[in-house]
């Protein structure tokens, strides 16, 4: 072994915290793929219900909310910086705020359905419009849901003081998962709202 | 860095008897990659069998005209089963335990990277595989005796839709898989991770062993054409309960869609099985040929090629639906591609091997017949992607044998190579090179009976899938042929088990190396203590123990 290891070594040894950008990664890859498949099924039966209501007649085009959700990136970079500083109050906050915002977004996406359900009538079994709606914005509700959940999370560790500065690589992972469900939102709006409209 | 320490202090713990119940216990709860390699193997070879036994019923009822051995219902659930199995529960498990047990090993790390996630993944496997076959028990719910899944291993709309296959066995299928696939898609996360972020020192990309850059590449593959698999299953789920129209032509709907998603996840799927064969035979070839590899960029660039060109072909197994010219003619001309790089391998190999102090022992016998074997299925494969010869033969024999041929032919045969090949690193022993060789013999000569014969039924016309047939068809001799092989086969398998059960206990002691190989898994102990290595060793070129043993002509100037 000694006389192997005097021959010139290429160094491999990858820093600790790439394993779960490097994990978070190839989930989102994975993400993508199941995505696509719900927005190539979208794409594909625009235009092809054979009743109403039609998209043009009942879908609001949610402005505030895209603002909410994509500031809400913003906001979880800033409190994920904060943390790598060892500013623990102030990532809380801003953890907080993405918290709130994207809190804003899910209630609007509920407001919605409920209007859509309740007084436009459209349900999943109603048309291929709503076949293929409820299942590509519940999909990415779905992954709100789940960010929200640990976003809270990291929220109330700060609070208890659970959360140091030697997390901040987890909660950049977060952080990452985060903005993948942002520029999903990007996607399905303009599937959704700009081309499906 | 605490999970290697626990495992370590459980081993001194155990100069106390243990029961049987800790040492289950202790596999239960292990994250070692090790134990979970082999219990994806075992996993994958107690399905194996079961799917075995149900191909051999099947065989039974077609070996001769007009047999009712089994009822036609049961017939269309033996089918159903069988593939399903067969894909999900055997293809998958056992490539991706390979996977683990050895990619570790062969970069020099000590586990993989997620050690938590790679058992989760394992078990919700392991738990889909029993929920599938749970089905026979609970398929029709309330109502009646249970059954299983009847709708074909690729499931076509609108045979799944509630109006054709009420009661739940169809869900089983759906919910059974989607479950699977939860878990080989972390594992394939894991996979990836590690090999981008764990190798050891000096192990570079260009110095991987080929084995690893399978499972990279088929990984990153799983990644992409799994997800479409479980998002079409979702949709079929919402088609069945909550009235959506997906897949409800009568609605607007397109059945189509469902083979479009499954079959993007589907042909991809061959290769992921299918390459990790072509990853056992890179490692096993060289060792036997006394041989470095001929042309290891080239080996690596192929299989990312077929790899990144496989993802665009699954519409071939569609030419009989009527895309029109265009996408008949795409691909047709991609399928055919990937039969560039394939054919490149298959010239590597013999570029090893030729010149090479060839040593015939039992897993280089299965590398060789995989040579010709594999040959026969791509070109099979070559003259399917032609797509006017495809309307002619698309559902029928052929193309069972064709895939057999790849699945069978290849895949199996390369897995016993692998597992003659690496027993005794996992277990300490040798396998008994005489019942190898009756295992190889009996298995080559079996496998081709049954499946040589089965070209000549398709070719006849003989339509896949069909419970029985009438006697004028000139089918019959053929089909008694195809089941006569059967037996053949299933006596090899039983010698293989009894091989496995026998040098367990009995095998000649290995040693660290007993095939004076060049990989780093062959570096530490058979098997390998929990934490791998002692001192992971330095990787200085592509064969890393053949510079150990040989200081004074290192292969590090040659590549």
Known sequence: MNAASMVTVPATAVPHAWRGRIGILGLILAEISLFGVFVVAYLFYIGKSLSGPYPKDVLDVPILATICLLSSSISVALGEKALHRGEVRRAGLWLLVTVLLGGFFLGATAREWHRLIYVAGLTIGTNLFGTTYYPLVGLHASHVIIGLVMLTLCCVFAWTGSLRQVHADRVEIVSWYWHFVDAVWVVVFTVVYVIGR | ?????????????????????????????????????????????????????????????????????????????????????????????????????????????????????????????????????????????????????????????????????????????????????????????????????????????????????????????????????????????????????????????????????????????????????FGFVSEIIPVFSRKVIFGYTTIVLATVSIGAVSLSVWAHHMFTVGMGAPLNSFFALSTMLIAVPTGIKIFNWLGTMYGGKLVFRTPMLFCCAFLFQFLCAGLTGVMLSVAPFNWQLSDSYFVVAHFHFVLVGSLLFTIFGAIYYWFPKVTGRMLSERLGRWNFWLLVIGFNVTFVTMHVQGLLGMPRRIYTYQADRGWEIWNLITTLGVPLQAIAILIFVVNVIVSLRKGEPAGSDPWDAWTLEWATTSPPPPYNFEVVPVTTSRRPLWDLKHPDDPDGPHE
């Open chain 2, 1 to 277: 860095m605490s999970v290697i320490s626990r495992s370590i202090a459980g081993s001194e713990a155990s100069a106390s008897p243990r029961t049987l119940l800790d040492e289950l216990h202790d596999w239960v709860v292990t994250v070692d990659h090790k134990r979970l390699g082999i219990m994806y193997v075992l996993t994958a070879l107690m399905f194996v069998v079961v799917a075995g036994l149900e191909a051999t019923l099947m065989r039974l009822q077609l070996a001769w005209p007009g047999l009712h051995i089994v009822p036609p219902e049961t017939f269309n659930r033996l089918f159903t089963m069988h593939g399903t199995t067969m894909v999900f529960l055997f293809g998958i498990p056992i490539v991706f335990g390979f996977g683990n047990y050895l990619v570790p090993l062969m970069i020099g790390a000590r586990d993989l990277a997620f050690p938590r996630l790679n058992a989760f993944g394992f078990w919700i496997l392991l738990f889909g595989g029993l929920l599938l076959h749970f089905s026979v028990i609970g398929g029709d719910g309330l109502y009646g005796a249970g059954t299983a899944p009847a709708i074909g291993w690729f499931a076509y709309a609108p045979l799944t839709g509630r109006a054709f296959t009420p009661g739940n066995a169809t869900d089983y299928w759906n919910l059974a898989i989607f479950v699977t696939g939860i878990g080989t898609i972390a594992t394939a996360v894991n996979l990836v991770t590690t090999t981008l972020t764990m190798r050891g020192p000096g192990m570079t990309f260009g110095r991987l062993p080929i084995f690893v850059w399978v499972m990279l590449t088929v990984s990153a593959m799983t990644l992409l054409i799994l997800p479409p698999l479980s998002a079409a299953q979702i949709m079929l789920l919402l088609d069945r309960y909550l009235g959506a129209h997906f897949f409800d032509t009568q609605a607007g709907g397109s059945a189509i869609m469902w083979q479009h998603f499954f079959w993007f996840f589907g042909h991809p799927e061959v290769y992921v099985l299918m390459l990790p064969g």
